[in-house]
């Protein structure tokens, strides 16, 4: 009987090969955060080969994964996990042991809103603090942030904090590595991303890392540390205007009244400028842009800029508009629950912040049911087909009641809002005659 630590020893070592999968040992790396962007990154390093230590602070999470289930909703993950888990992927709480085998540390930590709307990036630090109290050799490594970090951050903060501490500095190398992927889609995002994009700054970072992707077949773009961090906030910001730009345009739309809102964006899109192209999603109205990386990403860039002394005015509206959609959607329910109704009970049809995923973070859908309660709106249940749970640990005490079926949220409502465009909503009208109110324009 082998013991758990010895088999833990041996997995350090990269013999304990129960699935026979073959290990290219010759690259190994070890991805610190292990959610939507660190699972998909090792995983997606252990699909081509490489040796992969996962390394989390979230015992649950470990543990969830350590058993071959993926804690979030995310297609194909589960699969690919139980191919690569203890075979070339191997989840430690041996972290010294992980990083001194590593040539590439890739950090994929929260950074979350900090108190200044700017990244708080206590948790990027504190990976790279275990890293480099690991090392005490001469080898040559390359520590990769891919977490989404503000221009400037890796030139001004990583590089003078890795080069300050300790004097292990000449054998290690700097870099980071946007990811772009989609929650609901992270593994082909990963798989057939359009391009790689490294921020650089020396040959030897170029040459490990252009190596490491390499089999890949992508396109790599190599720029500056901070074009690189630039480049991600230019893809978010990009896509929150977009979003914005429609809910403000919807909103005048229906100051002018008598105007088709849904119809006026689906003609828009055959405009053939758009050539069926995966960005019109983005040029709809809806409940405001959520999610884990739009509301705090616009934000920390916003304030980045002000910090350095440029204030974007585009950006402020861009993040006004979007805080301001929650409430005007709930001032629109409640205006029908009293011209109707009275009183009574609104059905909220959607929890995630967009369909396909359980993630509730920054959900438009939290704001709206606390409009609503604001607004004297007492009674409030709510349905969602996989994000119920998620919701109900994340925001416990709000004061709502849930559904287990679309059938029982529409018997159990007075009105219903659709607040995420779930497909299977589509069956609402079909139920009965309630008043629905579609904030997705989708019906
Ligand atoms: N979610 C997305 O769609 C997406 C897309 C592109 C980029 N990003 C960016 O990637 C980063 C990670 O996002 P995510 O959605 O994967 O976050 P997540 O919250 O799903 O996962 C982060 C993980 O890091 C772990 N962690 C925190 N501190 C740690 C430490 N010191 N050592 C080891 N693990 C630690 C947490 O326990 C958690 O499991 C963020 O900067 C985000 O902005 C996210």
Redesign the pocket.
Known sequence: MVSKRAKQDIRMKGIYNPKGVSINGSKTVSV???????LTTALGFAEIGCRVFG????EE?KKSLRNGVVPFHEPHMDGILNNHLDSNFFITDEVSEAVKESTYIFY????PYGTDGTADLT?LF??ID?TLDAINDEKFRVLVT???IPPSTTAEKILPYVNKKGNKSKFLRVANNP?????GHCWEDFMEADRIVLGVNDEKSRELLAELYEPMGIPIKCVTHSTGEFIKYLSNTLLATLISFSNEMAQAAEAFGGIEVAEAFRILHMDKRWNDCNMTSYVYPGCGYGG??LP??TSAFYSQAAEKGFEAQILKQVIQTNTERPKRIAERIAFYLNEYIQAGTVGILGLSFKPGSDDVRDTPAIKIIQELQKLGCKEIVAYDPIAKEEFHCKYPGIGISYADSIQEVYDRSDILAIVTAWEEFRIIPALGNKKIIDCRYML
Not at 32 to 38: D, I, T
Not at 55 to 58: C, E, L, S, T
Request: glycine residues 12%.
């Open positions: 610190f955060g292990l959610g939507f962007v660190g390394i989390d602070i979230d999470r994929c930590v929260g950074t948790y504190s990976a275990s891919k977490s989404t990811e772009f992927l989609r929650e884990y990386c705090k990403d």
